[in-house]
């Protein structure tokens, strides 16, 4: 295999194999793809004592969805439908007339008036002022609270109501910053999903179908399982205390069995490592799909080109040295700094919390899928950094 090291690449399937023998994982699917080589791993077992792992089983990417709808957002863009620094307030009145807390950790009550209105440029690069307030520093923000309380706080799951509702408890709640200010994880894209369907005038899975799902030839991928793919639907699991996984969302009768209320943009999306390799294929041929263009070649450059200045990072907290060597495109992750053998700078792509993770590197030509269902905690960390510095050593 002229891309990789066949011997090196054994200590990727190794590493694998003793993640599920020693029970940190039920099972995995790998896929790499190099220079028009594919190679693909998978092992152990969709769920606990259930049935084996396939290359097409069917993971919830979770975050990993992001990427996918930033597609589909940005072909409305480049059609003249959307504009980046437009407002969304046509098709998300809700978001009118915001109010803004004085400080992320304010009471509710002490606010100021929005100094612009919220763009799809905002949403598409998280600086929209509402998103994931656990990460910053200092005591519980009564934001966090308030959207908890709301049911509309970041989560493993989706919103348990339609999108008006959703949007409805939204627009009662203020910003956490000005509109453009600061980079706060995940609820954007869950605006952003809600800003499609209604731009459309359908659902964000027929938007997905037709914009990005069935140009690329992503057959698996979709906001819920049907009968005839239930059977390769993985189980999420959890380690607990002493290490052992607990099934937190079986496949038959679980979540993704059946369709959601809610089609979540930020995570809400169930997929395969083919389908995802798809994804990775067309946006390192920066656009082309075989002869079919889906982007404009410009179009992918700036999207995987960091959006975020070194001011907003610095007010930005997210996980501990992530702003030293990463940053946020539109709709995705990028790489600005190499900081270890997979730190790539260029590379691009994103990882979900149901233990996924998808990234995509132009200077090698690679892409990279792994695909597991273990909620992402420090075990999880611990084999997705092993993984992806085993791959790159391979590298020939």
Known sequence: MASFSSARLARVDSLLHQAVEQGRIAGAVALLWRQGTTRASYVGEQEPGGAPMRRDSIFRIASVTKPILAVAAMTLVEEGRLTLDGSVEPWLPELAGRRVLRSPLAPLQDTVAAERAITL???????????????????????????????VAPGPFAFQGDSDEYMRRIGRLPLAHQPGERWLYHTASDLLGVLLARAEGRSLGAVLQERTLAPLGMTDTGFFTT?????RLTAACKAGPDGLLTVVDAAREGVFSRPPAFESGSAGLVSTADDLVALGRMMLARGRHGDLRVLGRTTV???????????????????????????WGLGLGVVTNRDG?????????????????????PAEDLIGVLLTQRFWDPGWQALYESFWNGVYAALD
């Open 121 to 151: 440029r905002d949403l598409l690069t998280m600086r929209c002022g509402l998103g994931a307030m656990n990460f910053l520093p200092g005591p519980r923000a009564p934001l966090a609270a308030a959207m908890e309380d709301a049911g």
């Open 227 to 231: 009968e005839s793919q239930l059977p």
């Open 301 to 327: 450059a700036a999207m995987v080109t960091d959006q975020i200045t070194p001011a907003q990072k610095a007010a930005s907290p997210f996980f501990p040295g992530f702003w030293e060597s990463r940053g």
């Open 341 to 361: 053998p997979s730190g790539t700078p260029g590379r691009f792509g994103w990882d979900g919390g149901f233990g996924t993770s998808f990234w995509c590197d």
